[in-house]
């Protein structure tokens, strides 16, 4: 019990402290799942308004993958990823294997249909109010999405943060195409993993204790967006 609360102390010291090596981790940690968000956000939240707005042979069947794509194994994708960007796949050419794009391309690849599936729920709602308003003033298709994608940001920038607490806690498609190189790959997740392996439990509790908290204000961030469209207010 006694070198249980040592290390839970020295914790604390480590990120009160700012230690350097946990700065280093946090800071890629935001960066390649900031990255990552962003580009989710610009493939999934115009493929939902389409699918809300547009009617296609194949819209159900979209739909329906990308709600099963909620569910894929993140080890999978990270397989799939690393066949890809490996040397001898299609993609080796381009030396992005253990890199931090092919981080991004992991948690992209998990993300989009999360933020996408969310999305679409959201906007189906506000469409069904906006439809006859948008029929009647002969709008385009492409104003009817830009017109639902304004109104419904708030909607969609709760659907953002889903995708990010998603993706700034994966561990295992990250560790697959990212390598846990130190100083290079190693963000919040792999470096929790790599450091109780060693034995280090401080390190390991004060890494844990900054993603607890980016975990818990993206949750309040969601909670409070939530009470706003609830009162109606933004």
Do not use: K
Request: charged residues 15%; positive net charge.
């Amino acid at each position: 019990m006694t070198d249980l609360w040592d290390g839970i102390l020295r914790a604390f010291w480590l990120v009160a402290s700012l230690d350097r090596d946990l700065v280093e981790i946090t800071l890629r940690s935001l960066q390649v799942t900031l990255s990552a968000l962003v580009l989710a956000c610009l493939i999934a939240l115009p493929l939902a308004a389409v699918l809300v707005v547009r009617r296609f042979r194949l819209r159900r069947a979209t739909i329906a993958v990308l709600n099963a794509l909620m569910g894929l194994p993140p080890v999978v994708v990270g397989l799939i990823v690393y066949v890809l960007l490996s040397r001898s796949g299609p993609f080796g050419v381009l030396g992005l294997l253990f890199t931090p794009t092919a981080m991004i391309i992991a948690q992209v690849v998990i993300i989009v249909p999360l933020i996408a599936s969310i999305a679409h729920q959201s906007l189906r709602e506000l469409w069904s109010d906006y439809h006859d308003l948008l029929i009647s003033l002969n709008a385009t298709p492409f104003q009817r999405i830009t017109t639902l994608l304004w109104d419904g940001r708030r909607a969609l920038l709760t659907a953002a943060l889903a995708g990010f607490g998603r993706a700034i806690g994966e561990v295992g498609a990250i560790m697959v195409v990212g390598g846990n190189i130190d100083h290079a790959t190693r963000v919040l997740t792999t470096a929790i993993a790599l450091e109780t392996g060693r034995g280090d439990f401080s390190l390991a509790l004060g890494l844990g204790f900054v993603l607890i908290a980016l975990a818990v204000a993206v949750n309040l961030c969601i909670h409070w967006l939530g009470q706003t469209e609830r009162g109606g207010r933004w």
